[in-house]
């Protein structure tokens, strides 16, 4: 499942790409991808700490961060490159998924939100930065987004 994600991610061409991971090695998967593994030591304590480790590892020359999920097998690189697309090159701009009446990943954030997203520490994810930018967000929808594997069952439902 990571695999097709990762693909996805170096199909779409999106530049550097960071594999963010837990107590997991994934150095020789990554490699495949011409990723770069980023140790998060507080993943147990969520995504946001996740998201604030990638937020983090950007150097200062990353115009846009694009997290895309590990557990969201469905999304591709055509839609991953519209959000590029969609973007409006704007340091605040931002550019959610919209699926299943909500926004979410996979989303584009500009560099302005950086800071923002480095200080996530919980497991709500990046939901409140998208609230409270809520003008600033521009959507591409993309229903297969809300399907993510969460369960062996949700793995199942894949095949």
Known sequence: MLEHVLTAVS???LGNVLLVTGDEPFAELAANYSARVVCNPGFESGIGTSIATSADACDGETEALVIVL???PLVTAAHLRALV???D???GGIVATS???TQGPP???GSAYFSEL???NDDSGAKRILRAHAERVGTVTFE???FDVDTPDDLARLD
């Open 99 to 101: 699926y299943a009446d």
């Open 89 to 91: 090159g704007e340091e």
């Open 85 to 87: 697309a969609t973007w």
């Open 118 to 120: 480095a200080s996530l």
């Open 11 to 13: 199909e779409a061409g």
């Open 107 to 109: 989303v584009l954030f």
């Open 144 to 146: 297969p987004a809300a």
């Open 70 to 72: 590990g557990d969201q």
